[in-house]
């Protein structure tokens, strides 16, 4: 047993396989075709169960165009998932049994992760929406899944899509475990799948609903945990880096991820008739904030988006924008300049870094979040309050640098500066919604901004 856990969390951290995702040497980051990966993610839930294929690729097209790199989606979906068709007219299971699956449903399925591998999109792959597992007071279940069924339909899910290489696999669907029986549901869905991927070996993460350690709560020390995801929920003003910072600091280390953070568009902690709807700055908020306390990557969402909202369906929590044009929300164009500044530097080796910074304890709303690498660094203000940087931290006896604006991806130069001592640096503008990133570079090296 113990020669067998080992040989799986080898495979997860070492091997690297080409055309496939991969964790970094470091723990960090993943990697997809052996290079750095930046995960800009989508949450497309109700894909594979709303969108016809016509639908899916214009779907695709445009968020790849975007920029983003990982869609997430459920085979077994939220929105009556068992007993409402697909698009094509077709159930996933036959009599609701998870050793049964559908093979018409499951080509549609097929069609959509091929489509997005020809568009570079990796697909965050649900194998079911949690309420199968524990309906608990929301969702229309039926409860399915046994220990002995999950993981038939996991090796079988494994098996059909080895080939695939542009897949992450995502468990939980927005459940918190219950109890042991919950808990080994999971853990043998798991093992089916990495017995059905086989030596390709499987990526696996959990989506949970919130708390304080994501999926490390209950998986951290399971070897089948490739890294770790966190829900923060849907409230202004969260302290999610705390969070992301501690499972960063977890042992064994593993990638942490914000896999469902405040959605643009949605009724702000669910309750819009006082806090109103989410904007564009709330997501992309967040966005920095989780990067720069750890992350390796950011998912966005939107209201309109992940229930793809029409007259045609049943919705929830009321969306006010047909998904077609929510594609075009200002919080959605703005998470390519997020991708952009990421991916300036080198990828892998960034850390967090709050000593950077004198103001480093601020609320949510003004908080001043820092991050670096060897010989770079970036500091968030998520109000344009000035700060101070303790400089000497990186490389280079000068350093360049500039403001990045996160509405628009402009970048305006500052004047060279000596990196030793501590320097108080003033944003082009400040309030809400003034949020700036200030980048730091040793200037013997090319800007890439």
């Known amino acids: 047993m113990l020669r067998s856990t080992f040989m799986i969390a080898f495979c997860c951290y070492a091997l690297a396989l080409p055309a496939q995702v991969s964790i970094s040497s470091n723990h960090r980051y993943l990697l997809h075709n052996g290079k750095p990966f930046f995960w800009l993610g989508d949450t497309a839930w109700e894909l594979f169960h709303r969108l016809n294929r016509e639908q899916a690729s214009q779907y695709l097209q445009h968020r790849a165009g975007q920029g983003f790199?990982?869609?997430?989606?459920?085979?077994?979906a939220e929105f009556d998932g068992l007993h409402t068709?697909?698009?094509?007219?077709?159930?996933?299971l036959l009599h609701d049994d998870p050793t049964r699956p559908n093979e018409a449903y499951f080509r549609h399925v097929d069609y959509i992760i091929d489509k997005a591998d020809s568009l570079g999109l990796v697909i965050g792959l649900l194998p079911t929406w949690g309420d199968k597992v524990w309906k608990s007071t929301w969702g229309k279940g039926p409860e399915i899944f046994t220990p002995q069924n999950a993981k038939v339909y996991g090796q079988w899910l494994g098996k059909r899509y080895r080939t695939r290489k542009n897949i992450v696999w995502i468990l939980g669907g927005d459940r918190t475990p219950q109890n042991e029986q919950q808990l080994t549901i999971w853990r043998q869905?798991?093992?089916?799948?990495?017995?059905?991927?086989?030596a390709a070996c499987a990526v696996i993460t959990?989506?949970?609903?919130?708390?304080?350690?994501g999926s490390a709560e209950w998986f951290h020390n399971d070897a089948w945990l490739s890294f770790n995801m966190f829900q923060n929920g849907h409230c202004r003003n969260t302290p999610v880096y705390n969070k992301i910072q501690a499972a960063y600091n977890l042992t064994p280390a593993k990638p942490v991820l914000d896999g469902e953070p405040i959605y643009e568009d949605h009724p702000v902690c669910f309750n819009a008739n006082d806090l109103g709807t989410s904007s564009a700055y709330d997501v992309r908020k967040y966005a920095y904030l989780d990067l720069f306390a750890g992350a390796f990557g950011h998912t966005y969402?939107?209201?309109?988006?992940?229930?793809?909202y029409s007259p045609a369906h049943e919705a929830v929590n009321n969306p006010h924008v047909p998904w077609q044009q929510a594609m075009d929300l200002p919080g959605a164009k703005q998470m390519q300049y997020v991708r952009r500044l990421m991916e300036a530097n080198p990828v892998t080796e960034r850390v967090p870094d709050q000593s950077l910074i004198a103001?480093?304890?601020l609320t949510p709303a003004e908080r001043i979040q820092?991050?670096?690498g060897s010989d770079y660094l970036y500091v968030y203000t998520a109000s344009g309050l000035p700060f101070t940087v303790v400089l000497g931290k990186i490389s280079g006896s000068?350093?360049?640098g500039g403001w990045y604006n996160p509405r628009n991806g402009a970048f305006k130069r500052i004047e060279q500066l000596e990196n030793q001592g501590q320097q108080k640096f003033t944003p082009p503008g400040t309030g809400y919604g003034q949020d700036w990133i200030l980048v730091l570079q040793d200037a013997a090296r090319e800007m890439k901004l």
């Open 359 to 361: 103001e480093n304890n």
């Open 85 to 92: 068709p697909n698009a094509n007219g077709d159930l996933p």
């Open 370 to 372: 820092a991050t670096r």
């Open 398 to 400: 000068r350093l360049q």
């Open 69 to 76: 790199t990982v869609i997430q989606a459920v085979i077994l």
């Open 206 to 213: 959990f989506h949970t609903q919130p708390n304080a350690l």
């Open 189 to 198: 869905m798991a093992a089916g799948i990495q017995e059905g991927v086989g």
């Open 301 to 308: 969402g939107c209201h309109d988006i992940w229930q793809f």
